[in-house]
């Protein structure tokens, strides 16, 4: 794990740099609009503002027995908003060195500061969004003392996904085709993700697919905490640091056989 201990102490060491550079990709998103730093927070909550309105207002949509709450909106929002996160992340994250290839190429930075300057940046914006969507759900988690497995399981969601936004980066700038097989990825992943079904309703003997998707345990973990107040068992953190340990040991082995041609590359 050499590779990837020398990236993190240069992590540690431009921490200044990447604080700075988070900022300004914060205020990039949202330069020259009349709402300012509003919209991209506006945004994800005028979707789950929509699935609430639609699913459980509107249609007052309901799901059936196993699930952890009956109402449909309810339940989608817990999982949508943290997978709206990922992807962002993700997205954002994956295409940040080839959009930096000038500059890497002009200036010796490290290479890793753009993947985590942009999940940073996503992070800042989903991030409170969450503990909002976990102060309007007190009436179904009462405060109870599962709760505190919010903050954790949130740094975990944030590690997993700065490991895999670079390695995807990586992957990205050596392959262009990256960009848009991730893409597809993306847009269909919603579908193996207990987001929009609980996983009762999802048949037995396929359910060992849903662990495929790094973001599966995560939700559960949400659903759990936001619509019981119970601390997630035991698979969703064993999940979670699956995920993250196999990440870590994929990226230490693509910045070392990557490192004498990644520049070259974008």
């Known amino acids: ?25 914060v205020a990039a998103r949202h330069a020259g609009t009349a709402l300012g730093v509003l919209w991209p927070y506006l945004q994800p909550l005028l979707s789950v503002a929509a699935y609430y309105l639609v699913f459980d207002i509107v249609f007052s949509m309901r799901l059936g027995d196993g699930a952890k709450t ?38 010796p930075l490290p290479p890793v500061l753009f993947p985590v300057r942009s999940v940073l940046a996503s992070s800042i914006i989903f991030g409170p969004l969450m503990l909002l969507v976990a102060l309007c759900y007190t ?9 505190l497995a919010l903050l954790p399981l949130m740094a975990m969601q944030l590690l997993m996904t700065v490991l895999l936004a670079y390695a995807l ?19 269909v992943g919603i579908y193996l993700t207990p987001i929009l079904f609980p996983v009762s309703m999802f048949p037995a003997q396929w359910r060992w697919l849903l662990w495929l998707n790094p973001m599966a345990s995560y939700v559960q973990g949400y659903q ?38 990644l520049v070259d590359w974008l």
Not at 17 to 23: A, E, K, Y
Not at 139 to 147: D, E, F, I, N, S
């Open 70 to 107: 009956h109402a449909v909106g309810t339940f989608l929002i817990v999982g949508a908003l943290p997978w709206m996160a990922f992807c962002d992340a993700v997205a954002r994250g994956m295409g940040s060195l080839l959009e930096a290839g000038a500059m890497l190429q002009k200036n």
């Open 224 to 261: 759990s905490i936001l619509l019981q107040g119970q601390w997630p068992d035991w698979p969703v953190w064993l999940g979670g640091l699956v995920w993250i340990a196999l990440l870590a040991v994929v990226v230490n082995l693509l910045v070392r056989r990557s490192r004498d041609q």
């Open 1 to 25: 794990m050499r590779s990837l201990l020398q990236n993190i102490r240069e992590l540690v060491a431009s921490r200044q740099l990447i604080g700075v550079m988070t900022r300004r990709e």
């Open 139 to 147: 009436p179904l988690h009462h405060m109870q003392w599962g709760v």
């Open 169 to 187: 980066a990586i992957f990205a700038a050596a392959l262009r085709d990256t960009v848009q097989v991730v893409g597809f990825a993306l847009s």
